[in-house]
């Protein structure tokens, strides 16, 4: 079955630097990557996906790559905000079957 | 309003008493699944469902039941709860065109 890897468990960074979040998933034939944000005491909830007919796909201030053929996937953030702090989820999806998540990362924007 | 709901948000339980955690979406959603949020573990699968009476195990089914017998609810089951169960528990539900995973608000259970 699909099983996908998340680094870093943790991330801190300075309010306006970037955040780089980076995940590896196992099934080749997974084709649907989305990224969930989850702020304290909350659900999850989507941010951004990216299907795998794409390679890089951008909202404001997040953007999302995709590497088919490694098989990883990224979550960019530019312009970090202290709103940004959370715990970010990748996941991963067979036409929409099972959606196996990765491990999650704390994210920390320091002001 | 587009929802998935869970109940109850908080329950305490004694070992061996079995429980029920219920789940209802009101989006016509094809997918549900259950998953449990442990501190360095993500979110891991319990079960999942595909349609009515339609379900499969995730990463961690052991010691839970699901059953489908509408498309709306979605039922989490704990014949026997030990306190390795301790967790807090989410229902999420999503479409076959647009997969948005819709979560439910979470419910902490506590296994004594």
């Known amino acids: 079955g699909e099983n996908v890897e998340q680094h870093p468990s943790t991330l801190s960074v300075q309010e306006g630097d970037s955040a780089v979040i980076k995940c590896t998933y196992s099934?080749?034939?997974?084709?649907?990557f989305p990224w969930y944000k989850q702020e304290l005491g909350k659900r999850p909830q989507l941010i951004i996906d990216i299907r795998s007919n794409v390679g890089e796909k951008k909202d404001q201030r997040i953007a999302v790559t995709l590497n088919k053929t490694a098989k990883h996937f990224s979550l960019h953030i530019t312009e970090t905000q202290p709103e940004d702090s959370a715990v970010y989820f990748c996941?991963?999806?067979?036409?929409?079957?099972?959606?196996?998540f990765g491990a999650g990362t704390i994210l920390r924007v320091k002001s | 309003e587009a929802q998935v709901t869970q109940n109850p948000r908080y329950l305490i339980t004694v070992t061996g008493k079995k429980l029920t955690v219920t789940c209802s979406q009101n989006?016509?959603?094809?997918?549900m699944s259950w998953y449990r949020q442990d501190p360095g573990l993500g979110l891991r699968q319990i079960y999942y469902s595909m349609n009515v009476e339609v379900t499969d195990k995730g990463d961690v089914p052991e010691g839970y039941k699901v059953s489908r017998k509408e498309k709306r609810n979605f039922p989490l089951i704990l014949e026997s709860p030990s306190p390795n169960q301790t967790s807090l528990y989410f229902c999420?539900?999503?479409?076959?065109?647009?997969?948005?995973?819709?979560f439910g608000q979470g419910t902490r259970l506590t296994v004594v």
């Open positions: 099934d080749s034939a997974s084709n649907y």
């Open positions: 999420a539900s999503w479409g076959q065109g647009r997969i948005e995973a819709f």
């Open positions: 996941a991963a999806s067979l036409y929409g079957n099972k959606l196996v």
């Open positions: 989006m016509n959603h094809e997918y």
